[in-house]
Nanobody, 125 residues
Framework: QVQLVESGGGPVQSGGSLRLSCAASAYSYSSNCMAWFRQVPGKEREGIAGIDRDGWTFYADSVKWRFTISQDNAKNTLYLEMNLLKSDDTAMYYC???????????????????WGQGTQVTVSS
């Protein structure tokens, strides 16, 4: 069993920045893709960024050029750098791991093997 623990969420003003972290208990077990999802009440969980085992990254149009996904394999940690935050970015953010590769595409919730517990990001205008 792999545990994923997110941190770094919180309140932020519109235009500001946050960096989310996701610490994994066993990073290299057999993950082919690490990803970030987000969800607002009443809506489906959506994938917003993914990084494949070979380092390829992919983003949803809604966050492209503002968010950056990265990983530090030595620290077993996944990151999401979020800049120019908008009120539409308010959501619960989840770290996710999958055995499915994600070169050139975003994963869907059904593709995910392990989920973190989530961290709330609230952007005020």
């Amino acid at each position: 069993q792999v545990q994923l623990v997110e941190s770094g969420g919180g309140p932020v003003q519109s235009g500001g920045s946050l960096r989310l972290s996701c610490a994994a208990s066993a990073y290299s077990y057999s993950s082919n893709c690490m990803a970030w999802f987000r969800q607002v009440p009443g809506k489906e969980r959506e994938g917003i960024a993914g990084i494949d085992r070979d380092g390829w990254t992919f983003y949803a149009d809604s966050v492209k050029w503002r968010f950056t996904i990265s990983q530090d394999n030595a620290k077993n940690t996944l990151y999401l750098e979020m800049n120019l935050l908008k009120s539409d970015d308010t959501a619960m953010y989840y770290c996710a791991s999958s055995r499915i590769r994600c070169v050139g595409r975003l994963l869907k919730p059904a593709d995910i093997t392990y989920w973190g517990q989530g961290t709330q990001v609230t952007v005020s205008s």
